[in-house]
């Protein structure tokens, strides 16, 4: 039998289940995008380093309390952190100890460091699942938990705006007035409430879910902005504390937010520095920016290992009751 041309016609075309989604594709071009800014900023900061660099030799620390004192923020700011995340599974039912979920989050916070800014979720949803937590159940939480962060940064960052309404005019770059920058935070604050209740509506969950969260990362913003203004008055560089809690809050949100930005590296310090610079000079600006990126990642790394010992410990210490219960001795 002769076999037509047809017969030996194979398709090129690409099957419909690998064609990418709009939304994949959506994805993907916002994840260029945080690249190109990521790029950008560390662009920028090599840049502005290498023309200040005269002026960031010329910087040192003259204060080393003040330095302590900005580590041992930071490193308390780690606990009301990872205390912000087992509460919003408390309050979806999801029996799960204090001390078993600030272990995790010690833990899987160091994976904010790796490429896409993600990994910290995925590994503590890994870890929590040894703990009986269901992958759906942490996936929820973390929806939860980014919303209260968003919250409560809007919420510090407005009330020290209202402490300080001159912090506004610096925040924005002298582009707007007090007025008109504190107007920009409310309304954040009320986009937030907003997005907050119609997610909660739709889980069918109660405020408090979200009020826990809110208030510890309320806390650790503090911390961590009055650790950042410690290190500023480290290398006798002085700032309104308002001012500085406010803008490592604007640094914060941005770095975070921008997709694929490892802990917001390089997009944080080129706010920091864009911020800093016109108040304190641009060494000092630099010098601290830097050096609160090494100090933020020492002090990560060091809680990580304390957290991994500790969970070990724990599991350790939890085997050998279960041994001991299980021994005809302990049955009597």
Do not use: C, H
């Given at each position: 039998m002769t076999k037509s041309p047809a017969m030996y016609h194979v398709s090129l075309q690409r099957p419909d289940s690998l064609t990418p989604s709009p939304a994949r594709r959506g994805v993907r071009a916002l994840y260029w995008l945080g690249a190109l800014l990521l790029a950008a900023s560390l662009i920028f900061v090599a840049a502005y380093a290498h023309r200040n660099w005269a002026m960031l030799a010329q910087v040192s620390i003259s204060n080393s309390k003040m330095l302590v004192l900005a580590i041992l923020l930071y490193a308390v700011s780690h606990f009301s952190t990872a205390l912000s995340w087992p509460f919003v599974l408390r309050g979806m039912s999801i029996p799960v100890s204090l001390r078993t979920g600030v272990q995790i989050g010690f833990v899987s916070q160091i994976g904010k460091y790796l490429p896409g800014n993600v990994a910290h979720y995925f590994g503590r949803a890994t870890l929590a699942?040894?703990?009986?937590?269901?992958?759906?159940?942490?996936?929820?939480?973390?929806?939860?938990?980014?919303?209260?962060?968003?919250?409560?940064?809007?919420?510090?960052?407005?009330?020290?705006?209202?402490?300080?309404?001159?912090?506004?005019?610096?925040?924005?770059?002298?582009?707007?007035?007090?007025?008109?920058?504190?107007?920009?935070?409310?309304?954040?604050?009320?986009?937030?409430?907003?997005?907050?209740?119609?997610?909660?509506?739709?889980?069918?969950?109660?405020?408090?879910?979200?009020?826990?969260?809110?208030?510890?990362?309320?806390?650790?913003?503090?911390?961590?902005?009055?650790?950042?203004?410690?290190?500023?008055?480290?290398?006798?560089?002085?700032?309104?504390?308002?001012?500085?809690?406010?803008?490592?809050?604007?640094?914060?949100?941005?770095?975070?937010?921008?997709?694929?930005?490892?802990?917001?590296?390089?997009?944080?310090?080129?706010?920091?520095?864009?911020f800093l610079a016109p108040q304190i000079g641009g060494g000092p600006a630099l010098a601290c920016s830097l050096l609160h990126r090494v100090l933020t990642a020492g002090v990560d790394a060091a809680v990580a290992i304390f957290g991994y010992t500790w969970l070990h410990l724990s599991k350790k210490k939890k085997s050998a009751k279960d041994v001991l219960s299980g021994s005809p001795t302990s049955q009597g």
């Open positions: 699942a040894n703990s009986g937590v269901p992958l759906l159940s942490s996936g929820t939480s973390t929806a939860v938990e980014i919303i209260a962060a968003l919250f409560a940064a809007a919420i510090v960052g407005a009330t020290a705006l209202v402490i300080d309404p001159e912090a506004a005019q610096f925040l924005a770059l002298r582009l707007m007035n007090a007025f008109q920058a504190t107007t920009t935070i409310l309304a954040a604050l009320a986009a937030g409430v907003l997005a907050l209740g119609t997610y909660l509506y739709w889980k069918r969950y109660s405020i408090v879910v979200v009020l826990a969260p809110t208030l510890f990362l309320a806390v650790s913003f503090t911390l961590s902005g009055l650790s950042f203004a410690a290190l500023l008055a480290s290398i006798d560089a002085t700032s309104p504390t308002a001012t500085i809690i406010a803008l490592f809050v604007v640094a914060w949100v941005i770095g975070f937010i921008v997709p694929g930005a490892p802990a917001g590296i390089g997009i944080r310090e080129a706010i920091l520095i864009g």
